[in-house]
């Protein structure tokens, strides 16, 4: 059983806020194909496609075979716990801080041996719970490590001390949801409260407009509505001057969204408007925010842990029915991973969400299947909580990666021609 | 049936040499070979420009390799080799010397094990230390060798009813012998309770299950027996060596090494038993390693180990004397020299020149070696077993 996390006590304003060391980061280049899975939450290892062997740690032929043709597969993870220890001494900083901390090796049953961080709820080898679940997840250095789960975990298995290490639960943390007048922004707030969130600020740009269902989430005690327009330099750092010390997690899903192309608007000024919110507003709001949340990424055990960015699966190829709001969404995934990278030595997550079309009024020629902004929430505190950080939710999202991955090329011209 | 392998009848090891060992120094690799070449060169009187081979283990030496080093020290071998096998190049480097002298590729082979140690470059190393290490074992708690060893030794004591007091008691004789060892690290006696009250490092392995890095070095030369006959230098002959790399790697967790699979061919090229053995220096980097060293050179069965140490005393003077200087565990780890201790300390007990540690009787002893954890466990084993000269 995991001890359920309980409220933090307030900070000693007098105590110096601990500044984070990263675990290990430097991994070879074949071994990065662990994280580009765990990336996404699945659990890949190398397999041969000659003889079948799976084998651990990645290598650049099949240990039994020599074949090059190695794939990554995604495993079950089952294994057996062959053995397992608690570590009271590190040579890293990070696990120094952290000690005692538990490792297990786990011989799995598709072949190869692994050492695993080991979660609360498995016991030592020999205690009798020999079966063991793998898993991958990144770590606050955001390259993937295997962790060895329960089978059957308990209700609060998510608040287990290493895992936490691993994910960015919202659970009594401070949320910053930069807009909630749309549909979407208000099922985020709930989906946050419902998740156990301390305080959900939640953006408003213009606040003289009373739209409908802020009333609702604002009714919520963990709710405060926060003056914020992101097309404004002054708007966006006077709230992080306010709450930026405070917000442990950024969801950003304020976004302008029209239709058409280039052909079918005469000038510029909604392109423009699109890349004000969508490129130009998270620009505006990392400057402002990031150095706050960087300063504050080991700060406890709710500390500053992610920023979410809500993209688009059009920024991975031109829609050209939504031709520039898809530019601009592109604009801000190429962003994203810089502010990925210059968040990567404080530990903060970056969160990419890369949805099909929304059930929104901008999407309302669009044909079905679209995204519940309901379902999009839960795939948003999922992300938080399994610690992923490229998420493509929903059937059409799914479908428009695969073609994606197998051939851009060819995704583009099926495009151009309609979607289909 | 396998070639029989050409003997290493006729060559000679002598001049073991320590470079004392310090927990930490500034300076470099490079100057630890330097004093080992030195000492070699005093104590056999053979003139530097004679040493024709050069065969070098070093962890800390780079960017440089026993290249740089020729041009560091003013040596002009005609061969040289640099093994990268850790704890077990001590018995790699005298099987690859003793075959060049025996080819006449060289006739005076320098054999040096040698690293510095800074007051940082152990947590660097281990970081470095192979890709598989970087890529899969450093990312989980960073223990180093400590948390692979305390797999291996937790799956052990489950698997065979090894106690920690079994461990203990090797690590506690070992002790006994490094007092009567001037270069040993460690200068107090250690007592089975200090032992079993010593601080967890990584459950099961505690603080005396552990080696101290620290810089040093040891080394030898290798030439043939005519040859140290003309020169009065006090040597010792190979009966037989035996090396192995990546041994049974379909086994899960390490309960066995390499040793395994070559031990008849190492007792066969000696024509003795394991009974015939007078000492063993077994590579000791946790005590466990020892134990399995016991096993699988034959000296007990597989799993009992533990009954093994029980029923012997592992003291230079005791039924079974093991790591007579005292071992890593209680000498020091100097890096790669760690891999020359057991070569440097098993000539010195059959030339006469271990002191108050002397094996009585000593006629035949056998070194092992077990180097590179690369991910979850040691690759390279080997052994030789060495005699008196005739």
Known sequence: ????????????????????????????????????AAAEGRFELQTCEDCGTVQYPPREACCKCLSPQLHWREQSGEGQLLSSTTLHHSNDLFFRERLPWRLGLVHLDSGPTLMVHLHGEV????????????????????????????????????????????????????????????????????????????????????????????????????????????????????????????????????????????????????????????YFGLLRLAQEFGPALKGRSADGATGATAWVNLLSIYALSNFPPHGTFSASKAAAHSLAQCLRAEMRPAGIRVINIFPGPIDDEWNQHTPPPKLAPGTLANAIVKALRDGVEDVYPGDVAQEWLERWRDNPKVLERELAAGGA | ?????????????????????????????????????????????????????????????????????????????????????????????????????????????????????????????LGSFSNFARDASYPYGSGGPNSIFAFITSNYMRTYGATREDFGRIAVDQRTNALGNPHAMFKKPLTMAEYMAARPISDPIHLFDCVMPCAGAEAFLVMSEERARDLGLAHVVIR??????????????????????????????AGVAPAALDFVQTYDDYPVIAMMQFEDLGFCEKGEGPAFVRANTLTFDGSF???????????????????????????????????????????????AGFGMVTYDRCLCTGAVILGRSE
């Open chain 2, 321 to 367: 004397p093991n790591n007579t200087s005292g071992g890593q565990l209680s000498a020091g780890q100097a890096g790669a020299a760690g891999g020359f201790l057991g070569m440097v300390e098993a000539v010195r007990q059959l030339t006469d020149t271990a002191g108050p540690r002397t094996v009585p009787n000593a006629q035949l002893g056998l070194v």
């Open chain 1, 123 to 278: 016991g030592d080898a020999g205690d009798g719970q020999g079966r063991v679940r793998v898993g991958a997840r990144l770590d606050r250095a955001g390259q993937a490590v295997l962790i060895g789960f329960p089978n059957q975990g308990s209700a609060h298995m998510a608040d287990d001390k290493m895992l936490r290490e691993m994910t960015s639960d919202p659970k009594f943390r401070k949320v910053l949801v930069t807009d909630g007048k749309t549909e979407l922004g208000q099922a985020i707030v709930r989906a946050l409260v419902k998740a156990g969130a301390d305080i959900v600020w939640v953006g408003h740009a213009e606040p003289w407009k009373k739209l409908g269902g802020l009333d609702d989430i604002t009714a919520l005690p963990q709710v405060t509505l926060v003056p914020l327009d992101l097309t404004n330099g002054r708007s966006v750092s006077e709230l992080a001057g306010e709450i930026g010390g405070k917000v442990d997690i950024v969801i950003n899903n304020a976004e302008v969204h029209r239709s058409f192309g280039i052909g079918a608007r005469r000038g510029t000024d909604v392109a423009k408007a699109e890349m004000d919110i969508n």
């Open chain 2, 1 to 125: 049936m396998p070639r029989q392998r050409l003997s290493y009848e006729g060559v000679a090891v002598a001049v073991p040499v320590t470079v004392p060992y310090v927990r930490y120094s500034t300076r470099t690799a490079h100057w630890f070979i330097g004093q080992a070449v030195e000492a070699l060169v005093k104590a056999s009187g053979v003139a530097k420009e004679q040493i024709d081979g050069l065969c070098l283990s070093s962890f800390s030496l780079a960017p440089d390799t026993a290249v740089g080093v020729t041009q560091h020290l003013g040596l002009s071998p005609r061969w040289l080799d640099h093994v990268p096998t850790g704890g077990a190049s001590g018995v790699m480097c005298l099987r690859r010397a003793a075959r060049a002298v025996q080819a006449g590729d060289a006739d005076i082979v320098a054999c040096v094990g040698a690293d510095t140690n800074h007051v940082d470059s152990f947590r660097q190393t």
């Open chain 1, 1 to 36: 059983m995991t001890m359920p996390l309980m409220r933090p006590k307030r900070k000693n304003p007098m105590l110096r806020t601990r500044q984070m060391n990263l675990p290990p980061w430097a991994r070879g280049r074949v071994a990065l194909g662990i994280t580009a």
């Open chain 2, 240 to 269: 037989g060596a035996i090396e192995r790399h990546n041994a049974f790697a379909d086994d899960p967790v390490m309960v066995r090494g390499g040793w395994l699979v070559d031990r008849d061919d190492l007792y066969s090229q």
